[in-house]
């Protein structure tokens, strides 16, 4: 990257690459792909679990909003991210970064699709998945992305909440409303982040540290960081489980959720007894670190698709009946 400021960047006012050199593929990965799959797939459980009925053309066109909602966070994320992607080995073969696509075109494409996205979901689903999915889109790029991610290590905790809309926003897509059960799809979700991105944040201090953005190991130390994976982790169990005892899930969910749960406190016990005052207690840390993340993607999925076979197979039988 050049000298430039940071406010050029983000303006698109740094060296203009060669024309053409942007494929389509370079446009799909501002979207932010595996991010957005995600997505999809927590909006679709909370589009099934949601009681009522859909048209499935109307289902159909509520998740491609969610869908282009969330590249467009993406997108957006991509375009004023730039300057610091540029200094990270994870993020430096960015389109932006790398010069395929300008600062201009990312924001541009990022604007595009997400006015597309809302006013499509106002028009052919409801206001209110509209209003959530302008506000997911929102809460992402401007309070997460320019406000949070550079000021605070606590900038995960409060923008974890962007990721965890989704479900709620398809809840919001059959019922038109906001209610007790789709909160909790979304605490699922806001829980599990701060494990999960302060687990990854661990083994790729360094890289944090080199491009200026105060993740919590680098500005409260390892050990801290440990100590709270742990203590989120202990509460996103009985959050998990609370879908069962709420009445929206049943026997064979809350007895898997407990399952997982009792693995994911495994994992995250053994990155909390860990420590990295050595270079070999370095490398065990990060080896647990890895596998808590790892394990991490694994047991949303779990969770979520556990939610979906119960719902889609009649296998709902209420705790209620087992104490009845």
Known sequence: MSDTSIADRHLGNEAMPQIGM???GDYFELLKPRVMSLVIFTALVGLVVAPGEINPVIAFTALLCIAVGA???????MWYDADIDAKMA???NRPVPAGRITSREALGFGLTLSVGSVLMMALAVNYTAAFLLAFTIFFYAVIYTMGLKRRTPQNIVIGGAAGAFPPMIGW????????????????IIFMWTPPHFWALALFRSDDYEHAGV???????????TRRQILIYSVLLVPVTL???FLGFAGVFYTVFAAILGALFLVFAYRVFRTRADTADEKKAQDK???????????YLFLVFSTLLV???FGLARPLLELWG
């Open 22 to 24: 942007a494929s389509p």
């Open 242 to 244: 609370a879908p069962g």
């Open 90 to 92: 994870r993020t430096i």
């Open 172 to 187: 919001a897509a059959v019922t038109g409303t906001v209610s007790v059960p789709s909160v909790i799809l979304f605490l």
């Open 310 to 312: 119960e719902q889609g």
């Open 71 to 77: 590249g467009a966070s993406g997108a957006l994320n």
């Open 288 to 298: 647990a670190a890895k596998q808590l993340f790892a394990y991490s993607i694994l």
């Open 214 to 224: 105060p993740m919590l190991p680098v500005v409260a130390g390892e050990a801290e």
